[in-house]
């Protein structure tokens, strides 16, 4: 590059690392929060969130940020690298939606954000959701006054949406979801009414917390989580946090009697985790190094927990420690048998527990949901009752309790709108990439009946995790598999492994 760009670029650099530091300060104090904090704590707690955030607000708009994002380029040009331009490609953005919002919206959507999600857990717990209501209904519209200032040409719900899914609009998801909607309520319909319904008596009795948590590291240590960058605890809602790739925060819940759902979860949390921990070596502390989009981190921990784990190579391999685990539960059980049983298909309230046949229903009806907020065509106090009507359309079932149904996920106590459609989209990455190992490596269930599950995250680390920002999200799709996203690639794989489960024609 230029000399003078050299010295301006070193000091844009310096500038980035430690606005990421605080970043990472910001992830531990979330994952405290949910993790470990006084309940008697959240009060504070949301206030020093929100000093915190106001502080890296104020040295992301610096002047001194500006001039120097002036000094340097436009362009991809004057000898930068690849690597060094999408620095100062990211750090503009960042710096351009910065400047546009008032460090009091700032402030107050991260203290709010934080009070709420103790209002949720309290409402939730109580079952009381005009408890939430008010808050949840004063993050919606300081979300919209957000959006006004960052990208006043966009409507509300597409700019939330573009802050996980970037360059991504409704008009790009409705078409997607409605062909998924097409497809799927009648293929739900069908299993439910298959004369076959795969054993899952032995999924039921009494497993040891303790047990479970072995089983959960094992697995995850054998997937290549690495525990000294590492941690596995628990909360309200299995999550995966942190501050750095060397500190990888991962969660998860325990029942007593189902040690399945813990299971699944730390799966789908070390599939977020190996992407935190398999970022590139260089710039770790910058925005190249970054994950690209939520619904490529979706992928990852969707193809781990749901391409990998929900098949019979995996079955087949991890049966034999499983039964040693809980050998009250696991005497005589087949490895065909379990597949089945783990693969069992049936519509139920809550999301995380959904299979991945009904969970994409679940997510369009927070999407349409979500919309509705946003364009004033759904109030806060109609969502319970629009909730339970979606539910009965789409899975047939209604919950019978609020709890159950519209309080169930954390993601809106953080305003969270616009990242609901990342889970789906995700789910249909993780099939096209699935379909892109077998092509590129076809003893991959062998290796995964061998346990050497090592060279599956290589791939995929080399593909997906160590690019970082480097490319955009079709370039970095079609580079991996060939294509673009194709919702006809997850349907496929559903189609043809559940008409097979349940006996359809």
């Known amino acids: 590059m230029k000399e003078g760009f050299k010295e301006d670029y070193f000091l844009l650099v310096r500038r980035l690392r430690e606005n990421s ?12 929060q949910e993790v470990i904090m006084p309940e008697g704590a959240s009060e504070s707690r949301a206030q020093q969130i929100g000093a915190l955030a106001g502080v890296l607000h104020e040295k992301i708009i610096h002047p001194e940020m500006g001039k120097l994002l002036d000094r340097l380029p436009m362009a991809d040009e004057n000898g930068f690298t690849h690597f060094e331009w999408c620095n100062i490609r990211e750090a503009r953005r960042e710096f351009n939606m910065a400047t546009r ?3 009091t919206l700032v402030t107050e959507l991260a203290e709010l954000s934080s009070r709420a999600h103790q209002v949720w857990v309290k409402a939730r717990a109580e079952n009381k959701f005009s408890d939430f209501a008010p808050v ?6 300081l979300k919209i006054k957000w959006a006004g200032y960052v990208f006043p040409q966009m409507q509300a719900y597409d700019a939330n949406i573009d802050n996980y899914e970037r360059g991504t ?4 998801i409705t078409p997607v979801f409605d062909k998924l909607k097409a497809e799927l309520i009648p293929l739900i319909k069908s299993i439910k009414e298959s004369g076959y319904h795969p054993d899952t008596s032995f999924l039921s ?18 997937m290549g989580f690495q525990f000294d960058k590492g941690r596995m605890d628990v909360s309200v809602h299995p999550f995966c946090g942190g501050s ?3 500190d990888v925060r991962i969660t998860t819940r325990y029942q007593k009697d189902n040690f399945i759902e813990s299971l699944y979860a730390v799966i ?18 910058l925005p190249v190094s970054e994950a690209l989009t939520m619904a490529i981190h979706e992928s990852q921990s969707l193809f781990w927990e749901r391409m990998i784990a929900q098949g019979r190579p995996f079955c087949l391999r991890y049966l034999p420690l499983i039964a040693d685990t809980f050998p009250n539960n696991f005497k005589n059980v087949t490895p065909e048998s379990f597949y089945e049983a783990v693969n069992v298909s049936q519509p139920s309230f809550i999301r995380v527990q959904a299979d991945e046949v009904t969970y994409p229903m679940h997510v369009i009806l927070r999407y349409e949901l979500e919309k509705g907020l946003f364009d004033g065509t759904i109030r806060v106090e109609d969502l319970p009752g629009m909730w339970n009507a979606k539910m009965k359309e789409y899975l047939g079932i209604e919950p019978p309790t609020d709890t159950l149904g519209v309080l169930q996920d954390t993601h809106w106590s953080g305003g969270a709108f616009g990242y609901f459609p990342s889970y789906t989209l995700g789910a249909i990455y993780a099939s096209q990439f699935y ?4 092509q590129a490596k076809p003893d991959t269930e062998k290796q995964i009946e061998a346990g050497n599950l090592a060279s599956i995250r290589d791939w995929l680390g080399v593909k997906i995790h160590q690019q970082g920002r480097l490319l955009s999200v079709p370039v970095l799709v079609k580079q991996v598999t060939g294509g673009i996203l194709n919702p006809d690639h997850f349907l496929d794989y559903l189609k043809n492994k559940y008409r097979q489960i349940y006996r359809l024609n």
């Open 169 to 172: 609009t409704q008009n790009d």
């Open 136 to 141: 949840l209904k004063r993050l919606v519209d």
């Open 205 to 222: 009795g009494q497993f040891p917390v303790d047990k479970q948590e072995a089983l959960g590291r094992q697995i995850s240590e054998d």
């Open 101 to 103: 919002i008032p460090k």
């Open 21 to 32: 530091r605080l970043g990472g300060i910001m992830g531990i104090l979330h994952w405290d």
């Open 244 to 246: 750095h790739p060397t």
């Open 435 to 438: 379909n892109a190992l077998i």
């Open 268 to 285: 789908h949390e070390t599939g977020h985790g190996l992407y935190e921990q398999g970022r590139m070596q260089n710039g770790r502390d």
